[in-house]
């Protein structure tokens, strides 16, 4: 229910945008580092849009990738301590490594 949401919320953004960049279709100065030109504002809107999705995309892949090598080192982290654990329950209780007979 969570990620239906989300795209239900998703596609209303993007209507809202797309709406509002319709209306701006009036032709705006851009200024350059190395000159101007002139643009048309639906453009420059839907420019900012799509390059601000793709640096939250960025960042989140960046994050996303960082969990899950975190819980790859975790888990590795874990089977280690858990053989660790198994090879000391094998050993012997007697520090001699023998074991006592029961007469």
Known sequence: MKGQWG???GLVFVLIIA???VINVDPVEVNYLFGQNEWPLVLIILGSVLMG???VGSVGMVKIH????EIKQLKSNSGDAKRKGKKESDKPDD?????????
């Open 19 to 21: 709406i509002f960049a």
């Open 95 to 103: 520090p001699s490594g023998q074991h006592k007979k029961h007469v």
């Open 66 to 69: 960082r969990l899950q090598q």
């Open 53 to 55: 999705g793709l640096i």
């Open 7 to 9: 795209l239900i919320t």
